[in-house]
């Protein structure tokens, strides 16, 4: 069965077509036989035998949904029957496997391996059975894939042979999700067929022979706290010039409403601005990306803006009727939530003045 190619894959097509045939010095005349350059394979996940490394992607912390059911496409959402959220340092590799060898055999490999290193099924699926035709054909560029990549973590193909081990189409598509609880590591492996034959990528058809690999996996990591403290006389500020103050220094893990330890600096800067000015009052307003249920969020932004104020009256004496605990959900978002800055930016706790 022949496929359109996944949003990231398509993406790539689109880019490879518009730049690297308009470049014949990028054309990819002959399938690479050595890694390119700076690329190397994760610490503990083999490659299949003989196969390319053509990409690498790590980013230090993120929020990746793993689909473990089928894939639906309606209303302008796509939508997992069954999915896990996992957050922590993300790293994903593409390959070019050899000849000969199908999407089945080379995901086999993987699974096999993977599972005698400790890692334990989370589900499986291939071709159709991972979700209906417009989430998989790319229809309006939503698909299976990008339940992981909601933003386009490869913008354009870093080389001839990263755009044509995406291929213009595929074909064999087989998505495998494992995870080692042990050592807090979710892993995901997709093979395919890349088809490129008719098309403007410059790529050589016996690529066709080949299987594509991605792996991706998530490590449970701990973000590191980058941003600067916000001070209780910067707090003060903002309430009296807008009513408001967004904290971004307040954190949580993922659809959970415990605080983090790192937020201490955040809380101590507020208690500091309540325990000056006994006037004060204020709502505290939860908020959250549109990843999940909107009434699920509705529910989570209220609890954690009640673990600030239960932080606040218990840490710092403030008497409980100068707080109030309010979650909006994602209905305020001040960033676009097709991207991880801009959710990043949509998760916050506001003070508002009342």
């Not at 229809?139 to 339940?147: G, P």
């Not at 790192?262 to 939860?286: F, P, T």
């Not at 803006?305 to 606040?312: C, F, R, S, Y």
Request: hydrophobic share 45%.
């Amino acid at each position: 069965m022949r496929l359109l190619s996944l949003r990231h894959l398509a993406l790539f097509a689109v880019s490879a077509a518009m730049g690297l045939a308009a470049t014949s010095a990028l054309a990819l005349d002959q399938l690479p036989v050595k890694d390119l350059p700076k690329f190397s394979d994760l610490a503990n996940v083999k490659r299949f035998a003989d196969s390319v490394l053509v990409y690498r992607d790590d980013v230090a912390f993120d929020e990746v949904t793993f689909p473990t059911g089928k894939v639906s496409y309606a209303n302008d959402r796509l939508t997992a029957s069954k999915s896990v959220r996992r957050t922590g340092q993300r790293a994903m590799l593409v390959y070019i496997a050899p000849a000969g060898r199908s999407p089945l055999e080379v995901l086999r490999n993987y699974q096999n391996d993977l599972k005698a290193g400790g890692f334990a099924p989370l589900f499986e699926c291939a071709e159709d059975a991972c979700g209906e035709a417009t989430a998989l054909t790319g229809a309006n560029n939503f698909n299976f894939a990008n339940m992981m990549f909601r933003d386009n973590v490869y913008n354009a193909p870093r080389s001839a042979a990263h755009a044509c081990a995406a291929g213009a189409e595929i074909s064999g598509f087989r998505y495998a999700l494992m995870e080692n609880a042990a050592i807090g590591e979710t892993l995901a492996v997709m093979t395919w067929r890349p088809l490129v034959k008719g098309y403007a990528l410059p790529c050589p058809d016996e690529i066709e022979k080949n299987t594509s690999v991605l792996v991706f996996r998530v490590q449970a990591r701990a973000m590191e706290q980058k941003m600067a403290t916000v001070t209780a006389s910067e707090i003060s500020q903002s309430l009296t010039a807008t009513g408001k103050v967004a904290l971004y220094g307040i954190l949580f893990d993922s659809g959970k409403a415990d605080i983090r330890p790192e937020s201490k600096a955040s809380l101590d800067e507020i208690g500091k601005l309540l325990k000056g000015d006994a006037r004060l009052k204020l709502h505290v307003v939860g908020h959250t990306d549109n990843n999940g249920g909107l009434e699920s969020n509705f529910d989570l932004s209220k609890r954690r803006a009640a673990a600030v104020k239960d932080a606040l009256t218990q840490q710092f004496g403030v008497a409980g009727d100068r707080l109030t605990a309010n979650g909006v959900s994602s209905l305020a978002p001040v960033s676009t939530n097709a991207t991880d800055a801009g959710r990043a930016k949509n998760r916050r706790v506001e003070l508002v003045l009342f």
